[in-house]
């Protein structure tokens, strides 16, 4: 990958070294095993840096082609599959979501009485496309220990995936349809697996496997070689180690790169979660947004698509009830105050992070963009994802 000269496009090449000392702190400070660190502005990667290790135990020093778990950085790729059909007339965004999987006709909602017991009431309206680009379908992830819906999603969807061997994207969909919504479509946000319901869109609208569709219409166009929902047997040895917080400190191991499920080929392709990827393979997917659709004369979206994706859609102009300083468009989180988010950026900056701590956003208003790559969890306890972006505007002298 060439890198150019930092200066030439505004940077501070002296201040842009901070980049990667932030990321060797966490590194000896024993926080992360080891991170990539990407920054390109006016289509130009000025900074790639990698420090420690993709496996440790291995004795493995990170590598830049190594491979990632993405997880939830799926979502904007999944959004994005989306709004190609839209702009092939397929559907519209209000469209009601049981055109398409009607196993969504007819939701009823949980209210509680106040007590331990609850009502199954029927939804003010049905569930829409926008409703799931912008997860303000009602439904939700199985995160929340202490909501009642999310216990059922933990039985019913996430046992399932784990013990039933004939799970495929459209029964486990058809099992999340089954479930009580958090709240009526369209009046808050909640994070969900809409994502993954969007998937199963895309299967369903296009005729073809949703894992087809992603390899033809994008990871091929854009040539993201290494992208996809396993690591083939040939590319293995590029997969890092997930690393969590061992009691008492450092680092111990929680998906060994040897033995993973991601070494296989999954059951189910997840819009929502699935995807494995590296930097360069989502470098080219980031560019192309920023580029508002285009990559080296490949045109995905339109120019209006990815502006409509990068506005926030949530009702009222809303917030997310977690970051108020941001709101959220279709299919990544949309910076609203960057006074209030404590921190550098743009006002429209747009993007998403994974549960390992990857994570990228695109800036329009400064034509850049940054990419994390790590492989640790849980997600976003550690500052790292605010430490990078920081390092990076403070670069900015021009």
Excluded: C
């Amino acid at each position: 990958m060439h890198i150019t000269d930092p200066a030439s496009v505004g940077f501070d090449p002296r201040r842009l070294q901070r980049v990667k000392e932030a990321m060797q702190r966490y590194v000896d400070g024993d926080l992360m095993a080891g991170i990539i660190t990407l920054v390109a502005r006016h289509g130009q990667v000025v900074h790639l840096e990698k420090v420690g290790w993709m496996d440790r135990e291995n004795n493995k020093e990170m590598s830049f082609d190594a491979i990632f778990r993405i997880y939830s950085m799926s979502k904007p790729i999944t959004s994005a599959a989306v709004m190609m059909l839209f702009e092939e007339g397929h559907f519209r965004l209000g469209d009601p979501v049981s055109r398409f999987i009607p196993a969504f006709k007819e939701m009823k909602v949980y209210q509680p009485r106040g007590n331990a017991d609850y009502d199954l009431v029927p939804a003010r309206r049905e569930i829409t496309i926008r409703d799931l680009l912008t997860h303000t379908a009602g439904l939700s992830y199985g995160f929340d220990e202490r909501s009642p819906v999310d216990e059922l999603y933990r039985e019913k969807v996430w046992k399932r995936m784990d013990t039933d061997p004939g799970v495929t994207l459209e029964t486990m969909i058809e099992t999340v349809a089954g479930l009580p919504l958090a709240h009526h479509p369209g009046e808050a946000w909640r994070y969900s697996m809409a994502t993954d319901v969007l998937g199963y869109l895309v299967q369903v609208v296009s005729g073809k496997p949703f894992e087809v569709f992603l390899e033809e219409r994008l990871f091929e166009p854009l040539g993201m070689k290494d992208t996809g929902f396993y690591v083939p047997e040939e590319k293995a040895s590029r997969l890092t180690t997930v690393y969590g917080p061992a009691e008492g400190g450092g680092l111990k191991v929680v998906d060994s790169a040897t033995d993973s499920s991601y070494l296989r080929r999954p059951k189910v392709a997840s819009g929502g979660g699935g995807l494995v990827s590296t930097t360069a393979d989502y470098l080219r997917f980031a560019q192309m947004i920023l580029n508002r659709g285009i990559l080296n004369g490949a045109r995905l979206l339109a120019p209006k698509t990815v502006e409509l994706m990068m506005m926030n859609h949530l009702p009222g102009n809303g917030r997310k009830p977690d970051e108020p300083s941001y709101g959220f468009g279709l299919g990544g989180s949309v910076l609203l105050d960057v006074a209030g988010s404590q921190g550098y950026g743009s006002v429209g900056n747009w993007g998403w992070g994974g549960a390992a701590n990857t994570w990228f956003w695109v800036d329009p208003r400064e034509d850049l963009l940054g990419i994390l790559m790590t492989q640790y969890m849980p997600g976003f306890v550690l500052p790292v994802t605010e430490d990078f972006k920081n390092a990076v505007y403070q670069a900015l002298d021009a």
